[in-house]
């Protein structure tokens, strides 16, 4: 299988295309935007559509309109592009549409900084937009973990008929790693029963919606969701164990955060102490299972994010608090080293 | 005895929710009957706005979409990009387009998208209950403007064919309105221009159409065309405000 | 013979057909309701009827049918 050296944004772009991914619409905000680059220049050879919008609010509605026609849409942004695409998001969900939105999250609130962050976590997983609704949420922590998730992203989205996210930080959009891209196949799903490319006389016309104005309706609409989503829960979580059989602290990443707390847990463990890690690459559905699967024997649970701690809330509730849950993190794009998470470890007493 | 004139195919056979009087019915009719007579219900997809017409999927017969309010051109765009042999739409009031939905709105326009807008201008916003639009006009009295609006206070109301006129993106622009016979035949035939502009690939075609809001005028319908009459139309005057079909070298 | 049909229940009593008849034969009576409470258009006068479809023009609910 042939490897290319890629960067994560241009890695993120060519699995899209190579998914089948025929339109891109897209806003310049670093640090994604080589992301855009990339498809302008490969987007159109491969026969399809790259488009820049006039904002990131054009360019999900973009997305919303393509998605529509049964066509495998997506769009990236980073931290405050998310903010101005919540809207369309919430409609897209709220209209059964399947696509694809890249985060590669930078520091926040308001403008917040350009350097890593994965203070949007809550946003992804709980608040990307108003109304009962959920995406499926995935967290690469590298490069070829990107293209993978991005195939599996369009595919999720088509099965479930439902926005999903890849939830990059800075760090994994701007570093280069070796990648290969598996043979894909793009044509698994039939849209013919819902997409609104035109009737041409063969059968009922098709709505894509989002608007019930009775109550019982919207309700039921909603509960339908609800209900695919359990199967969602049930069926897509997935989670990287490490270290975790006999660990006696476990330590709780995600995306590149997860990369040095695995160096950590290492270090850890050369100095006897019996750390582990688990790293949901599912943030929403959250791997439930498989942490209850990596904390049995740990005494305490560690949460690390490049946040002021947002993931250790779902943690919490996995575990149903029924063991300590300590939080280390940095924010504001400083990324937390080694040293400080083993520091940490000890300091919680992982060195008992 | 031969049937002269009916409902068209495209709008479909359920009574619509519009108050007595509005003349939404009658552009959503003049659109069918254009889809109508170019055969192209099956090939057409048309966006929806949010306002009164809102639940225009409802009524006509070509597959519909419901954008976000004021999202409807770059709804419209993702369609049309990705779909390019069929004839798109978006039908939209003046609050959704000219109000929250001005950005999509023009940067559709100055891109040349290959679309049509239908545009209804009635100067409020009907679906919230009759409050000040973007083409309020001035004196005009709203639920937010209720001692008439104001320009120094809530600014001068826009006028959309003028300033989309002026973008080179835009093929074909034209206001008509809808209060009388000779005016409904004009607005007619401006749609089927732009949906013929559209079959052209000449890019990006606006109807703005003068409509009434009797309800939220207060007026009766016989009233509120005649206001639309001695007031609007001096302040929208009809017209074609930009027509480049028959240059060449267009897109 | 010209003729135009009034579908009562579509009907929503606005009067812009009656403003737009030419012959002035077509109003809104006062004596029937149609079921959603509206007092429906008729044509007054069926022989004066010239087919010329202008009522049906102006009607924002296509409740008129013309026929010649």
Same mark, same amino acid.
């Given at each position: 299988?042939?490897?290319?050296?890629?960067?994560?944004?241009?890695?993120?772009?060519?699995?899209?295309?190579?998914?089948?991914?025929?339109?891109?619409?897209?806003?310049?905000?670093?640090?994604?935007?080589?992301?855009?680059?990339?498809?302008?220049? #490969?987007?159109?050879?491969?026969?399809?559509?790259?488009?820049?919008?006039?904002?990131?609010?054009?360019?999900?509605?973009?997305?919303?309109?393509?998605?529509?026609?049964?066509?495998?849409?997506?769009?990236?942004?980073?931290?405050?592009?998310?903010?101005?695409?919540?809207?369309?998001?919430?409609?897209?969900? &709220?209209?059964?549409?399947?696509?694809? @939105?890249?985060?590669?999250?930078?520091? &926040?609130?308001?403008?917040?900084?350009?350097?890593?962050?994965?203070?949007?976590?809550?946003?992804?997983?709980?608040?990307?937009?108003?109304?009962?609704?959920?995406?499926?949420?995935?967290?690469?922590?590298?490069?070829?973990?990107?293209?993978?998730?991005?195939?599996?992203?369009?595919?999720?989205?088509?099965?479930?008929?439902?926005?999903?996210?890849?939830?990059?930080?800075?760090?994994?959009?701007?570093?280069?790693?070796?990648?290969?891209?598996?043979?894909?196949?793009?044509?698994?799903?039939?849209?013919?029963?819902?997409?609104?490319?035109?009737?041409?006389?063969?059968?009922?016309?098709?709505? @894509?919606?989002?608007?019930?104005?009775?109550?019982?309706?919207?309700?039921?609409?909603?509960?339908?969701?609800?209900?695919?989503?359990?199967?969602?829960?049930?069926?897509?979580?997935?989670?990287?164990?490490?270290?975790?059989?006999?660990?006696?602290?476990?330590?709780?990443?995600?995306?590149?955060?997860? #990369?040095?707390?695995?160096?950590?847990?290492?270090?850890?463990?050369?100095? !006897?102490?019996?750390?582990?890690?688990?790293?949901?690459?599912?943030?929403?559905?959250?791997?439930?299972?498989?942490?209850?699967?990596?904390?049995?024997?740990?005494?305490?649970?560690?949460?690390?994010?490049?946040?002021?701690?947002?993931?250790?809330?779902?943690?919490?509730?996995?575990?149903?608090?029924?063991?300590?849950?300590?939080?280390?993190?940095?924010?504001? !794009?400083?990324?937390?080293?080694?040293?400080?998470?083993?520091?940490?470890?000890?300091?919680?007493?992982?060195?008992? | 005895?031969?049937?002269?004139?009916?409902?068209?195919?495209?709008?479909?056979?359920?009574?619509?929710?519009?108050?007595?009087?509005?003349?939404?019915?009658?552009?959503? #009719?003049?659109?069918?009957?254009?889809?109508?007579?170019?055969?192209?219900?099956?090939?057409?997809?048309?966006?929806?706005?949010?306002?009164?017409?809102?639940?225009?999927?409802?009524?006509?017969?070509?597959?519909?979409?419901?954008?976000?309010?004021?999202?409807?051109?770059?709804?419209?765009?993702?369609?049309?990009?990705?779909?390019?042999?069929?004839?798109?739409?978006?039908?939209?009031?003046?609050?959704?387009?000219?109000?929250?939905?001005?950005?999509?709105?023009?940067?559709?326009?100055? #891109?040349?998208?290959?679309?049509?807008?239908?545009?209804?201008?009635?100067?409020?916003?009907?679906?919230?209950?009759?409050?000040?639009?973007?083409?309020?006009?001035?004196?005009?009295?709203?639920?937010?403007?209720?001692? &008439?609006?104001?320009?120094?206070?809530? !600014?001068?109301?826009?006028?959309?064919?003028?300033?989309?006129?002026?973008?080179?993106?835009?093929?074909?622009?034209?206001?008509?309105?809808?209060?009388?016979?000779?005016?409904?035949?004009?607005?007619?035939?401006?749609?089927?221009?732009?949906?013929?502009?559209?079959?052209?690939?000449?890019?990006?075609?606006?109807?703005?159409?003068?409509?009434?809001?009797?309800?939220?005028?207060?007026?009766?319908?016989?009233?509120?065309?005649?206001?639309?009459?001695?007031?609007?139309?001096?302040?929208?005057?009809?017209?074609?405000?930009?027509?480049?079909?028959?240059?060449?070298?267009?897109? | 013979?010209?003729?135009?049909?009034?579908?009562?229940?579509?009907?929503?009593?606005?009067?812009?057909?009656?403003?737009?008849?030419?012959?002035?034969?077509?109003?809104?009576?006062?004596?029937?309701?149609?079921?959603?409470?509206?007092?429906?258009?008729?044509?007054?006068?069926?022989?004066?009827?010239?087919?010329?479809?202008?009522?049906?023009?102006?009607?924002?609910?296509?409740?008129?049918?013309?026929?010649?």
């Amino acid at each position: 299988m042939e490897r290319n050296l890629m960067k994560g944004n241009e890695a993120l772009a060519e699995a899209a295309i190579r998914a089948g991914c025929k339109c891109f619409f897209g806003y310049p905000i670093t640090p994604q935007t080589e992301l855009a680059a990339y498809m302008a220049k #490969r987007m159109n050879k491969a026969g399809g559509v790259f488009l820049q919008a006039e904002s990131e609010i054009a360019a999900i509605n973009m997305v919303l309109g393509a998605a529509s026609t049964g066509v495998r849409a997506m769009t990236s942004s980073s931290s405050p592009g998310l903010s101005l695409k919540s809207e369309g998001i919430s409609y897209i969900a &709220g209209s059964d549409l399947p696509a694809v @939105i890249i985060n590669v999250q930078r520091g &926040g609130p308001g403008l917040g900084g350009i350097q890593p962050s994965q203070a949007d976590y809550w946003q992804a997983t709980k608040a990307l937009g108003h109304g009962d609704f959920h995406l499926m949420v995935f967290a690469p922590a590298s490069v070829q973990e990107m293209v993978d998730m991005v195939i599996k992203a369009f595919d999720k989205a088509d099965e479930y008929r439902m926005p999903a996210m890849i939830l990059a930080d800075g760090l994994l959009g701007q570093m280069m790693e070796p990648v290969s891209f598996p043979e894909i196949n793009v044509n698994a799903h039939d849209k013919s029963g819902w997409a609104a490319d035109g009737h041409k006389g063969k059968r009922e016309h098709h709505i @894509i919606n989002s608007l019930y104005l009775k109550p019982d309706e919207l309700e039921s609409s909603v509960k339908d969701r609800f209900e695919r989503y359990e199967t969602i829960k049930a069926n897509e979580t997935d989670a990287e164990l490490y270290l975790t059989e006999d660990c006696d602290i476990l330590l709780c990443a995600f995306g590149a955060t997860a #990369r040095v707390v695995k160096s950590a847990v290492n270090d850890a463990r050369a100095q !006897g102490i019996k750390a582990g890690m688990f790293r949901p690459k599912t943030l929403w559905p959250f791997p439930v299972k498989e942490i209850n699967e990596a904390a049995k024997n740990a005494k305490k649970l560690l949460s690390v994010e490049m946040s002021m701690g947002q993931m250790i809330d779902d943690i919490k509730l996995a575990i149903n608090c029924s063991k300590p849950v300590e939080f280390y993190g940095r924010t504001g !794009g400083v990324i937390p080293t080694p040293a400080e998470i083993l520091a940490e470890i000890k300091k919680i007493g992982g060195a008992e | 005895m031969a049937v002269v004139f009916e409902r068209p195919k495209a709008l479909l056979d359920v009574p619509t929710h519009y108050c007595p009087g509005c003349t939404h019915g009658i552009v959503h #009719r003049l659109v069918a009957e254009v889809i109508d007579e170019m055969g192209i219900e099956g090939e057409t997809v048309g966006v929806c706005p949010v306002g009164c017409s809102v639940m225009a999927y409802d009524y006509f017969g070509c597959d519909m979409i419901e954008a976000p309010h004021g999202r409807a051109p770059a709804v419209a765009t993702g369609v049309k990009r990705t779909n390019p042999d069929k004839f798109v739409f978006t039908y939209q009031g003046d609050g959704d387009l000219a109000a929250i939905g001005t950005a999509e709105t023009v940067h559709a326009a100055t #891109r040349g998208e290959n679309i049509v807008i239908i545009f209804i201008n009635n100067t409020i916003y009907g679906m919230t209950g009759g409050q000040m639009a973007p083409t309020t006009l001035p004196g005009q009295v709203t639920q937010t403007t209720p001692f &008439g609006r104001d320009p120094q206070l809530a !600014g001068f109301p826009v006028r959309v064919c003028e300033m989309l006129s002026t973008l080179t993106g835009t093929a074909y622009a034209h206001r008509v309105a809808v209060d009388s016979v000779p005016h409904v035949r004009d607005a007619k035939k401006a749609i089927r221009k732009a949906f013929e502009t559209q079959k052209a690939k000449k890019g990006f075609s606006i109807i703005e159409v003068l409509s009434t809001c009797p309800t939220n005028w207060g007026l009766t319908p016989t009233e509120a065309i005649k206001r639309l009459q001695d007031e609007m139309i001096p302040y929208y005057p009809l017209g074609v405000y930009k027509d480049t079909t028959e240059e060449e070298g267009n897109k | 013979m010209a003729k135009m049909t009034v579908i009562t229940e579509r009907c929503k009593g606005c009067g812009l057909c009656a403003g737009a008849c030419p012959k002035k034969i077509v109003e809104l009576q006062k004596a029937k309701r149609n079921k959603k409470g509206y007092f429906y258009a008729v044509c007054t006068d069926e022989d004066a009827c010239i087919s010329c479809a202008m009522c049906a023009m102006m009607c924002p609910d296509c409740a008129i049918v013309v026929e010649k």
